[in-house]
C-alpha cells in the first residue's frame, strides 16, 4: 500500500498548527447573543478529539500511524516544475506546482476527510453528514468513510449537481448517499425552496442542511474547509513542499493558491508562514490567496462575525465575508462558491501578512487552457484559480526581468470538470460579478451581526 521507503520519509509525521504563531490570538466563536462558545459545545457536531484540536495553541499535532498508513496510498504528492509553461510565457520565473490531484477522489480534500473518518469510527459513529460544493470534498468523505465503516450523506450544492454528475456518480460507488441542495430532507431545503423552487444552492445553505441533519439524527458532521482542525490537516501539503522544493535547490518567493474556505491554500502556505516566522525562511516569501471575482469575500468583503452557514444554525465565526445572505452565482468553481473564510486566513489578510486577488471565471478558464496545453494537466475550475495568478506573477516577472520562484498548490485535476471546459471552449460561458450595491446589502447583515462591544464572557 505504501510507496516506496525512498520517498516515504517525505510525508509528515505531525501536523502544524498556526495559532500559536497568529500575529494575535484569534477572535472567539459566538453564540447570537454574544457570548463566547464553548469546547464542549462543539461536540454535538464534532468528534471529541477534532474538537480539542479546533482549540488547541500546540504547534504540532501527531498524526495517528492508522491516518499516515492511509495517506501513504498517494502521498507524497508531487512538486513539479513547470517548464513548459515556463518556455510558453517567455518568463525567467520558476514555476512550481504541488500536484494533489493523484489522490483517490482527486483533490486534497482526503487529507482531512480521513482524519475526520478516523475520529469520528473511533468513538463509534456509525453516520456522518456533510456538504460539497464540486463534489471534492463529498468524493473525499465517501472515500474515507468507506475506509472506516461508516455511512455518509452527502448534501451537494445543486448547481454542482447539475454541473458535475460524474461526481455525484464517485460518491455513490463508494456508498455515499447524495442530496442535491437545497432539498426537501430538512427545514432549512424546504425553506429555501420554497422562496425559489429552481435555487441553484450555495455552500452555506448545504452547510445548515447537513448540520440539521447531523444534529436532528444525532449523526456527526464533517467539515471540508474553514475551521482550524480541517486546515491543520491539509498542512501536510506545505510541508512535504517545503523538503520538495529544497530538494530542486529553490524556495518560494510567492506561494499562491486558490481560496473558498481557505483549506487548500492554507495547508500549503502555513508550514512556509512558520519558517518566516521563526527565522528560517530563505527568502521574504509573500503570499496570495486567490478568489472567484464571483464571490470576492477577502477583495470585497469585510471582517465581521457572521455565520457560517445560510440558515443561521452555526455560531458566529470572525472572518472576511460578503454576508451569508448572499447567493453566489452558478460558477463553475463550485468550491469556491462561499461566502466566508476561513478566521486564521482571514485575521492573517485583516494584518496584511497574506495578499488577496480575484478573477473572473473566463480568465480562470483561459489560464487553465493555457496550463493543459504546456503542462498536460487538466486544472480542477478551484485549482485554475491559482494557476491564473500564478501566470499573472510570471508574466510581471518577465516585464520586471526578474528570476522570481513561484509556487501554487494544484488542488484537483479537472477530469470531472470537463463539461465546463467545453461550455468555455463553445464560448457559452459567462462572467458574473455582483455590484457593490448587491455586496453592500449583504455584508450589513453581517455587519448587523458583530457585537459592538466586543464578545462578552
Same mark, same amino acid.
Not at 495517528?64 to 499516515?68: K, M
Not at 465503516?149 to 455518509?152: I, L
Not at 445572505?325 to 460558477?331: D, G, V
Not at 526581468?401 to 522570481?404: C, E, H, L
Given at each position: 500500500m505504501?510507496?516506496?521507503?525512498?520517498y516515504?520519509?517525505m510525508?509528515?509525521?505531525?501536523?502544524y498548527?498556526i495559532?500559536?504563531?497568529?500575529?494575535?490570538p484569534l477572535p472567539?466563536?459566538?453564540?447570537?447573543?454574544?457570548?463566547p462558545?464553548a469546547?464542549h459545545?462543539?461536540e454535538i457536531l464534532f468528534a471529541?478529539?477534532l474538537v480539542r484540536q479546533e482549540f488547541?495553541?500546540?504547534?504540532?499535532i501527531?498524526i495517528?500511524?492508522?491516518?499516515?498508513d492511509?495517506y501513504?496510498?498517494?502521498?507524497? *504528492?508531487?512538486?513539479?516544475?513547470?517548464?513548459?509553461l515556463e518556455?510558453?510565457?517567455? *518568463?525567467?520565473?520558476?514555476?512550481?506546482?504541488k500536484f494533489?490531484?493523484?489522490?483517490?477522489?482527486g483533490?486534497?480534500?482526503?487529507?482531512?476527510?480521513v482524519?475526520?473518518?478516523?475520529?469520528?469510527s473511533r468513538?463509534?459513529?456509525?453516520?456522518v453528514?456533510?456538504e460539497t460544493?464540486?463534489?471534492?470534498?463529498?468524493?473525499?468523505?465517501a472515500?474515507?468513510a468507506?475506509?472506516f465503516?461508516?455511512?455518509?450523506t452527502?448534501?451537494?450544492?445543486?448547481?454542482?449537481?447539475m454541473?458535475k454528475?460524474?461526481?455525484?456518480?464517485?460518491?455513490?460507488?463508494?456508498?455515499?448517499?447524495v442530496a442535491?441542495s437545497?432539498?426537501?430532507?430538512?427545514e432549512?431545503g424546504?425553506?429555501?425552496?420554497?422562496?425559489?423552487?429552481?435555487h441553484p444552492?450555495?455552500?452555506?445553505i448545504?452547510?445548515?442542511e447537513?448540520v440539521?441533519?447531523?444534529?436532528?439524527?444525532?449523526?456527526?458532521?464533517v467539515?471540508g474547509?474553514?475551521?482550524?482542525?480541517?486546515?491543520i490537516?491539509q498542512?501536510?501539503?506545505?510541508?512535504?513542499?517545503?523538503?520538495?522544493?529544497?530538494y530542486?535547490g529553490d524556495y518560494?518567493?510567492?506561494?499562491?493558491?486558490?481560496?473558498?474556505?481557505g483549506?487548500?491554500f492554507?495547508?500549503?502556505?502555513?508550514?512556509?508562514y512558520?519558517?518566516?516566522r521563526?527565522g528560517?525562511?530563505?527568502?521574504?516569501?509573500k503570499?496570495?490567496?486567490?478568489e472567484?471575482a464571483?464571490?470576492?469575500?477577502?477583495t470585497?468583503?469585510?471582517y465581521?462575525?457572521?455565520?457560517?452557514d445560510?440558515?443561521?444554525?452555526?455560531?458566529?465565526i470572525k472572518?472576511?465575508t460578503?454576508?451569508h445572505?448572499?447567493?453566489?452565482?452558478?460558477?463553475h468553481?463550485?468550491?469556491?462558491?462561499?461566502h466566508?473564510?476561513?478566521?486564521t486566513?482571514s485575521?492573517?489578510?485583516?494584518e496584511?501578512?497574506?495578499?488577496?486577488?480575484a478573477y473572473?471565471?473566463?480568465?480562470?478558464?483561459e489560464a487553465?487552457?493555457l496550463?493543459?496545453a504546456?503542462?498536460?494537466?487538466v486544472?480542477a475550475?478551484?485549482s485554475?484559480?491559482a494557476v491564473?495568478?500564478?501566470v499573472e506573477l510570471?508574466?510581471?516577472?518577465?516585464?520586471e526581468? *526578474?528570476?522570481?520562484t513561484?509556487l501554487f498548490?494544484?488542488s484537483?485535476?479537472g477530469?470531472?470538470?470537463?463539461s465546463a471546459?467545453?461550455?468555455y471552449l463553445?464560448?457559452a460561458?459567462a462572467?458574473a460579478?455582483p455590484t457593490?450595491?448587491?455586496l453592500?446589502?449583504h455584508?450589513?447583515?453581517?455587519?448587523?451581526? *458583530?457585537?459592538?462591544?466586543?464578545?462578552?464572557?
Open positions: 505504501a510507496r516506496a521507503p525512498q516515504e520519509w510525508v509528515p509525521r505531525s501536523w498548527n495559532v500559536p504563531d497568529l500575529p494575535k472567539p466563536y459566538l453564540k447570537p447573543n454574544g457570548e462558545v469546547p459545545e462543539f471529541k478529539e488547541s495553541k500546540e504547534r504540532w501527531p495517528p500511524t492508522e491516518v499516515r492511509v501513504l496510498i498517494w502521498r507524497p *504528492t508531487p512538486l513539479l516544475r513547470a517548464r513548459r518556455a510558453l510565457l517567455k *518568463t525567467p520565473a520558476r514555476i512550481y506546482y494533489e490531484g493523484v489522490s483517490p477522489p483533490s486534497h480534500k482526503p487529507n482531512t476527510a482524519a475526520q473518518l478516523y475520529y469520528v468513538e463509534g459513529v456509525q453516520r453528514t456533510t460544493g464540486a463534489g471534492q470534498w463529498g468524493s473525499s468523505v472515500f474515507a468507506s475506509l465503516g461508516v455511512k455518509a452527502v448534501y451537494m450544492v445543486r448547481a454542482s449537481y454541473q454528475p460524474y461526481r455525484r456518480v464517485l460518491m455513490e460507488l463508494w456508498g455515499a448517499e442535491p437545497p432539498s426537501d430532507r430538512t432549512a424546504r425553506k429555501y425552496l420554497a422562496e425559489d423552487p429552481s444552492g450555495s455552500l452555506g448545504a452547510i445548515s447537513a440539521e441533519d447531523a444534529v436532528r439524527s444525532g449523526a456527526k458532521y467539515l474547509s474553514v475551521l482550524n482542525h480541517v486546515l490537516h498542512t501536510v501539503i506545505g510541508l512535504e513542499a517545503l523538503e520538495q522544493i529544497r530542486f518560494p518567493d510567492y506561494v499562491v493558491g486558490a481560496c473558498g474556505g483549506s487548500s492554507s495547508g500549503l502556505f502555513w508550514p512556509f512558520y519558517e518566516k521563526a528560517k525562511a530563505e527568502k521574504d516569501v503570499f496570495i490567496a486567490v472567484p464571483a464571490v470576492p469575500t477577502l470585497r468583503g469585510e465581521l462575525y457572521d455565520f457560517g445560510t440558515a443561521g444554525l452555526t455560531p458566529l472572518m472576511h460578503v454576508g445572505t448572499y447567493k453566489p452565482p452558478p460558477i468553481a463550485g468550491g469556491l462558491r462561499y466566508g473564510c476561513a478566521p486566513l485575521l492573517l489578510v485583516e496584511g501578512e497574506v495578499g488577496a486577488a473572473r471565471q473566463t480568465e480562470v478558464f487553465a487552457r496550463f493543459a504546456a503542462e498536460g494537466v486544472p475550475p478551484e485554475a484559480h491564473k495568478a500564478a510570471a508574466l510581471k516577472a518577465k516585464r526581468g *526578474t528570476p522570481i513561484i498548490n494544484m484537483g485535476h477530469l470531472l470538470d470537463l471546459y467545453d461550455e463553445r464560448g460561458m462572467d460579478v457593490a450595491e448587491e453592500a446589502a455584508i450589513a447583515r453581517a455587519r448587523a451581526l *458583530t457585537p459592538s462591544s466586543g464578545p462578552r464572557g
